[in-house]
């Protein structure tokens, strides 16, 4: 079991991206899937995470507003739209799995407890 992130690519501040995040060897359908990232020097940190089966969703303040995550069952995809990127969004953004039994605000502030992760996809926001 894994997943496939994709999307990920240099964008001008002010810009938009759209992440994609699939799953491979599993379906999501009991699954919390949420989106980190890791800056250079930093830690990884959770941007945002959603609830495949009820819907509920946890963004980080950083991002409130401006980044929405959504699911398509059909397509065992779950996607990261990102707007008005900022050079501090600039990140390696990783998608993770793991079956929901807590809260997606409990998987998103621990990532440690999120089991399948994806490569990670490049992010720089320059101009």
């Known amino acids: 079991e894994h997943v496939v992130e994709s999307g990920g690519g240099l964008v001008q501040p002010g810009g938009s991206l759209r992440l994609s995040c699939a799953a491979s060897?599993?379906?999501?359908?009991?699954?919390?899937v949420g989106w980190f990232r890791q800056a250079p020097g930093k830690e990884r940190e959770g941007v945002s995470c959603i609830d495949i089966s009820n819907g509920e969703t946890y963004y980080a303040d950083s991002v409130k507003g401006r980044f929405t995550i959504s699911r398509d069952i059909a397509k065992n995809t779950v996607y990261l739209q990102m707007s008005s990127l900022k050079p501090g969004d600039t990140a390696v953004y990783y998608c993770a799995a793991e079956w929901r039994d807590y809260s997606t605000y409990f998987y998103c502030t621990e990532p440690g407890s999120m089991g399948s992760w994806g490569q990670g996809t490049s992010v720089p926001v320059s101009s």
């Open positions: 060897g599993f379906t999501f359908d009991y699954y919390t």
